[in-house]
């Protein structure tokens, strides 16, 4: 089984902190992304990146960094955490090919800044 | 840039029951459409795709979604739900035509009533 883990289920922070969220995936996809998830929101995405040491905007890059300098591991990065960036953060990975665009994601970490 | 809409943002019904979740996108090009599935306390997984061929397709418990490009519609539908079936369903679309970076609807939260 494709396996995407992050390295937090929870995580508490308070404002201003610097933030990393990490997400490592099994299965040699060239493909990670990273969304935020709110009620009423659905997912929005924050950056991907289709190759080691890629990385592309999403919509809502804003506040946020990423960093991918091994192939199976995509870190976000908040540079000063701050209250409206609490929300569940999910990471998932992909490849192109017989099972292209299937994304397998992660089971999420639910960030608080307080 | 592609949208999604997602008409329902909860739908409840009894168990053994027919449902149907309703999706629209906005789209002038060729498509790819998935519908995703949340199981409570659980990351998204890919329940099922249309990429191409025929417009009807099938998930492996019992779901199925109709390509309709006049409409520009997915829905999801479903003759008998079960008490398992109680979880969030996210439509998305392929924003960029074989980017394979998605965008999401706000989900649709089904709950399964004995």
């Known amino acids: 089984d494709v396996k995407v883990t992050q390295s937090s289920r929870y995580l508490v922070k308070r404002t201003g902190e610097k933030v990393f969220l990490e997400c490592v995936q099994d299965?040699?996809?060239?493909?990670m992304f990273w969304y935020r998830q709110d009620p009423g929101l659905g997912l929005r995405l924050i950056y991907f990146?289709?190759?080691?040491?890629?990385?592309e905007k999403g919509d809502i890059p804003e506040g946020y960094s990423v960093s991918r300098e091994k192939k199976e591991r995509f870190s976000l990065i908040l540079e000063s955490a701050s209250t409206n960036q609490t929300s569940m953060y999910l990471c998932a990975s992909s490849s192109p090919g017989i099972n292209a665009y299937e994304q397998y994601f992660g089971p999420g970490t639910r960030l608080t800044v307080t | 840039a592609q949208s999604v809409t997602q008409l329902d943002s909860q739908v409840p019904v009894f168990e053994e029951a027919p449902v149907e979740l309703r999706c629209n996108y906005s789209s002038s090009v060729s498509v790819y459409l998935f519908w995703y599935v949340q199981y409570p306390n659980q990351g998204l997984q890919l329940l099922l795709k249309?990429?191409?061929?025929?417009?009807l397709v099938e998930s492996i418990n019992g779901f199925e979604a109709e390509f309709n490009k006049s409409q520009t519609s997915f829905h999801l539908r479903k003759p008998s739900v079960h008490i398992s079936d109680t979880a969030e369903y996210f439509c998305?679309?392929?924003?960029?035509?074989?980017?394979?970076?998605?965008?999401f609807g706000k989900g649709t939260k089904l709950t399964v009533n004995p």
């Open positions: 249309y990429l191409s061929g025929s417009t």
């Open positions: 299965m040699d996809h060239e493909n």
């Open positions: 990146s289709y190759d080691v040491k890629m990385k």
């Open positions: 998305a679309v392929d924003s960029q035509g074989g980017s394979e970076k998605l965008v």
